[in-house]
């Protein structure tokens, strides 16, 4: 659960209030970086877990800046085929709701974190491409971080990110194709179901501030 949250928590620069379709990958990044950073740093509510606030905050910066079908589709695999059009979107909702749910946790613990970014160059028709950055914590060992990102009607999103070069969408691939197999597709959405449902009712855990 700490890496999940890590690699959720290093997601935030996602988040922007500039329009997607009119700045490259790599500069949306960048530019939206230090505007959530900052509003993580200085709201103490947040920190603590207000769970309004930070659900607020995750739904106006972060969401809008993913693909989370893309995520969904790559995340189930070759079961994607064979869901029906109810069940995928009976998917993409849950496992965003997944998602979201983990976010509320890694908003309590992420700060003083720094964001390094890596050169970066991409072909003027890339419809996919890779940004990379690095992580850096005082008194911790840099995190480097790949987010993978493609061209939508909607602007740059990201449909994967990988963390000391493990793939999110990956670390569920395995756990979900386990749970179809056994169950089926109406049990991987069952499965999430009932997590988000257990997570909404558990309150975050808070994190002293000095």
Known sequence: MKKLVSMVAVLLCMAGAAQAEAVAPDVLIRNTADDVLAIVKQDKDIRAGDQKKILALVDAKVLPHFDFTRM??????KHWRS???????ALVTEF??????TYTKAFTVYRDQTIEYKPFKMAADAPEVTVRTVINKPGQPPIPVDYEMRKTPGG???????IEGVSMVNSYRGTFATEIEQNGING????????????ANAPLKEVKTK
Request: charged letters at 25%.
């Open 188 to 199: 991987l959405i069952k499965m999430l179901s009932d997590k988000n449902a257990g997570a």
């Open 156 to 162: 740059w999103k990201a449909y994967d990110v990988s």
């Open 72 to 77: 969904t589709q790559l995340a189930v695999g």
């Open 96 to 101: 965003r709701n997944l998602l979201v749910r």
């Open 83 to 89: 869901a029906s059009n109810d069940q995928k979107q």
